[in-house]
């Protein structure tokens, strides 16, 4: 019989409940009343609120997770993948291949029209190199063409598009940016970083409903992975309009934090949140504002990261900053002051140290605690950088999902001594650094539980072991995805465990990830997702 006053309007029992509280308890069972949990204990503690209109799942021994929280994605990046040529392998193999997609894209708009294309990634390619604009033009001689890359650091282009942008052998690099050349002085087509703007500013913008159903489809996805909560990384005026039309539609499965964007081609964000007032935290549990994103190095596969040692790949030097040190210094002084906290693009060692030093600086000019600033990505991040991060209270959001799919790159580009330093989450666990995990999504575009494999394993893709000393085990990698994910967004007292008060969003998992063979890990499936207290997703 239920409690007199107390209904659960849903029970799951006779389960594995891992709660990632404070002392990791497994349970057997959980009580949801509403949007949040009731109670966690014993199958016959929670069933104690069982009454006549209570839906009961017997689990039959399956576990169950808190809801998956990815702390660093892209998703208006990955909704528009979807209008787009998807050149991710395996679909595109080899440079010939992505000639006949070009090609076939063209055709279907007609002459003239831009032909884009993403997820591109010349190691990926059998021939192990960028594809050119001259190659590019046989494909489409009639239309413009960008193929951005997976990482969001480089595009190629063909001859139209550099044309239409004013690129020739005469155009200067960009500040922050580096236009590919070959020998004789001419531009390849390829373009790092900055760069990329002379040509993307001139590319068509998707329309709302094309973005908006765009993002239908990456919010099934993520229900699917279990992805209950994410920390969207490009939040503009654009973006966060479709984000509040959906919740408005009725389409709530998916909690959405946002980072407002610095410097995008049209727009920067601090500016209007400065002048309105608005502070980390404005929003509700669907939808917030919780910093402002900088962008300030490049990329770790890319070889433009900003670093101390030069790296081998891409550029194969000290990398690229988007700022300058002083626009840096500026920004980050502004926000903080402004009750807004930062979170910075920062990858090599010296990004990771200029975005503490910007971050030192705010907080000596107006201490505040737990503040809780972060570091996107903080890829190659070295003990020193580490002992600064935990004096500062700065929390970081590690891209270990980068591992299983550019983890070779990775390791080729930083060389041997680094792979000690890349995405340190043993070492940072152990000296108390609260770091969440993500997949940059659509950098990589693949379940958690893949990416919680390589946090466990080290393994890339290719069976390639990168940094075994900072494996951690299963249920320190739960807790990356989960209560760590909200400590970054302020929310790990409304979520990111399963415990009474907290928003019921969990998921069920189809074997139990704490003693099954670590290579199973990246298999697991979703079986249910539960968010606000109701199922949106069943396998």
Request: net charge neutral; with cysteine.
């Amino acid at each position: 019989m239920a409690h007199e006053q107390v209904q659960a309007d849903l029970v799951l029992f006779n389960g594995q409940i891992i709660t990632i509280n404070k002392s990791d308890q497994i349970l057997e069972g959980v009580a949801i009343q509403g949007n949040k949990i009731l109670t966690v204990g014993t199958s016959n503690t929670v069933k104690n609120y069982v009454g006549s209109g209570t839906k009961l799942i017997d689990l039959k021994g399956k576990t169950v997770l808190p809801g998956i929280i990815d702390s660093h994605t892209h998703p208006g990046h990955a909704a528009v993948r979807y209008l787009e040529i998807n050149c991710r392998d395996p679909e595109i193999k080899g440079i010939r291949e992505l000639q006949n997609a070009v090609k076939k894209k063209a055709e279907e708009l007609g002459s003239g029209k831009w032909v884009k294309g993403g997820n591109y990634n010349d190691s990926k390619l059998v021939e192990k190199r960028q594809i050119t604009r001259w190659e590019l033009d046989e494909a489409a001689a009639n239309n413009p063409v960008i193929l951005n890359s997976d990482t969001g650091h480089q595009s190629v282009v063909n001859s139209i598009a550099l044309k239409l942008a004013g690129v020739t052998k005469d155009t200067p690099d960009p500040i922050g940016g580096t236009i590919d050349r070959n020998p004789d002085g001419e531009p390849t087509g390829l373009l790092y970083e900055t760069a990329q703007r002379l040509v993307g500013a001139l590319v068509p913008k998707y329309n709302i409903e094309e973005v908006k159903n765009g993002l239908r489809k990456v919010i099934e996805q993520f229900s699917e992975w279990g992805i209950t909560s994410t920390h969207d990384a490009s939040g503009n005026t654009y973006g966060f309009r479709c984000f509040q039309q959906l919740n408005s539609e009725g389409v709530k499965k998916l909690r959405v934090a946002e980072m407002m964007r610095s410097h995008t081609e049209d727009e920067d964000m601090i500016w209007p949140m400065l002048d309105v007032g608005i502070e980390s935290g404005y929003g509700d549990d669907w939808l917030k504002i919780i910093s402002y994103k900088i962008m300030l190095d490049g990329s770790g596969a890319g070889g433009t990261a900003a670093v101390y040692t030069p790296q081998h790949r891409g550029t194969k030097g000290l990398g690229l900053l988007v700022h300058s040190i002083d626009e840096l210094n500026d920004l980050v002084m502004k926000s903080h002051l402004g009750g807004i906290r930062v979170s910075i693009h920062a990858i090599g060692d010296r990004g990771i140290d200029l975005a503490l030093d910007a971050i030192e600086k705010a907080q000596k000019e107006k201490p505040v605690h737990d503040m809780r600033h972060r570091i996107e990505h903080n890829s190659y991040c070295t003990k020193n950088q580490l002992k600064r991060i935990k004096n500062l209270g700065v929390v970081p959001s590690s891209s270990i999902g980068y591992m299983y799919d550019l983890g070779n790159q990775y390791a080729e580009n930083f060389g041997y001594d680094a792979e000690r330093w890349l995405h340190p989450h043993k070492t940072m666990k152990n000296m108390g650094i609260i770091a969440g995990g993500n997949s940059d999504c659509p950098v990589s575009y693949y379940s958690p539980f893949v990416q919680i494999y390589a946090a466990v394993t080290r393994k890339t893709r290719s069976g390639q072991i990168v940094g075994l000393e900072e494996a951690i085990n299963v249920m320190d990698a739960i807790r990356v995805y989960t209560f760590n994910g909200a400590y970054l967004s302020k929310e790990e007292t409304i979520k990111g465990s399963i415990e009474p008060g907290k928003l019921a969003d969990l998921i069920v998992i189809d074997r139990d990830i704490l003693t099954c063979p670590h290579e199973e890990i990246k298999n697991i499936k979703v079986l249910t997702t539960i968010v606000d207290g109701k199922i949106i997703y069943e396998r």
